[in-house]
């Protein structure tokens, strides 16, 4: 299984395959309703391993990410397209778009005993474009 993230933006870039180990989808409702509510919102979580590049390419996607949490609410460049592939056998089994996507969340992590990094960073659609997201699967994939 391959887990593809691909930001689109005023700086597009795509998180290496290696470095993603974990997506979640969440729909998020407040937990003291007693029935459906329309106060929705959706959340990617995206983890995984911080990895540098050692064959002199410069360009690292996970400080990408660290930079994009950075971005005060006020810059356009906040928000962003999200999207997330979930590979399996060559078979799409879901594809996430968020097409304006702000980070709530973002950590990195480092111990010196693994000798690697972890990231993990929370990304929530714009309520007013909760209509857009797409979720797709189920077909044939590159």
């Known amino acids: 299984m391959s887990l593809k993230v691909k930001i689109d ?28 509510t329309k106060d929705v ?12 590049a050692t064959d002199g390419d410069p360009f690292d996607s996970t400080r990408q990410l660290a930079l994009w949490s950075m971005v005060p609410a006020e810059n356009a460049a906040a928000y962003r397209q999200v999207t997330v592939e979930v590979v399996n056998a ?21 111990g010196n005993s693994d000798g690697i990094g972890n990231f993990n960073i929370i990304i929530k ?5 909760l209509d857009q997201i797409a979720i797709e699967g189920g077909y044939t994939g590159a």
């Open 41 to 52: 919102g959706s959340t990617l979580e995206i983890s995984g391993k911080i990895l540098v």
């Open 9 to 36: 933006g005023q700086d597009s870039f795509e998180i290496a395959k290696d470095c993603v180990k974990k997506v979640i989808f969440k729909t998020d409702i407040p937990l003291d309703s007693n029935a459906r």
């Open 125 to 129: 659609q714009k309520k007013d474009k």
């Open 90 to 110: 060559g078979v799409i089994e879901r594809k996430y778009s968020f097409p304006r996507a702000f980070v709530i969340d973002y950590k990195e992590d480092y």
